[in-house]
């Protein structure tokens, strides 16, 4: 691949994440209101800096971040995952048992994961978290989930796979027919949620075993087929 192919790559993603995030930011329900638009764009920016290895950089922009917004976590972006990680890899924090807690009882991450990867572990030995203490934050974490609404969202991407990787007679229309109900539960979601995130819906997993279909992410992209994609790229 050459520089400009490289280069040109780079953008639309970039491109596209924007896109993505503004239909969550124009729904973002913080305590203090803030349009999200910055945010998102520092987040994009410091998780570039994280995956270049680049962590004391990536540790500033989002600490800088956080004191402005409330971190919010998406299902395929974590920025606060990233700030916990640099923050240990550069010892730059004085309350390591505050950012684990929070991993676990707001963000949801899985016991197992964290003690498998050697900076987790060590802000885990640091905070003074065993697996006693795990279980009360995961109960915890669990309690706070809205479980309807995550149910409501893995039948969305049910129904969206299961027609569109059928053979039935008259699939087009199936598949319209599956894109406006989905449709009309986006907006009502909207509506009711703002975008759900991990914290109101959790992460893929809740049972750190399996993994549930909670992405919008594929429903949000159908709509430009047979849903009000205006409606969700501009409300």
């Known amino acids: 691949m050459n520089i400009f192919k490289l280069f040109l790559r780079i953008l639309l993603s970039f491109i596209f994440v924007v896109s993505f995030f503004s239909c969550a930011l124009a729904q973002e329900k913080s305590s203090k209101n803030k349009d999200y638009t910055n945010y998102y764009l520092q987040v994009y920016k410091a998780d570039s800096l994280f995956y270049t290895g680049n962590f004391n950089s990536s540790y500033k922009i989002l600490n800088s971040l956080f004191k402005e917004y409330e971190p919010v976590e998406l299902i395929r972006y974590k920025p606060y ?14 309350n390591y048992k505050k950012l684990m807690k929070n991993l676990i009882s707001r963000y ?57 990787l059928s053979n039935i ?16 539960l ?5 509506k009711n949620y703002g975008f759900p995130t991990k914290e109101l819906i959790g992460a893929a997993s809740i049972d750190c075993k399996t993994y549930d279909k909670i992405d919008l992410l594929l429903i949000y992209n159908h709509m430009s087929y047979h849903g009000d994609y205006k409606y969700h790229r501009e409300s």
Not at 130 to 135: E, N
């Open 108 to 164: 949801g991450y899985c016991y197992n994961d964290l003690v498998s990867d050697s900076i987790f572990l060590r802000g885990l030995k640091i905070a003074k978290i065993d697996s006693s203490d795990f279980k009360k934050l995961r109960k915890e974490y669990l309690n706070s989930l809205n479980k309807d609404l995550r149910k409501i969202i893995i039948e969305m991407n049910e129904r969206d796979q299961a027609v569109r």
């Open 186 to 190: 986006l907006k009502k979601i909207y």
């Open 169 to 184: 007679e008259n699939k087009e229309k199936q598949v319209a027919k599956v894109d406006k109900k989905n449709d009309s």
């Open 81 to 94: 995952k990233l700030f916990v990680y640099s923050a240990i890899k550069v010892n730059a924090s004085k």
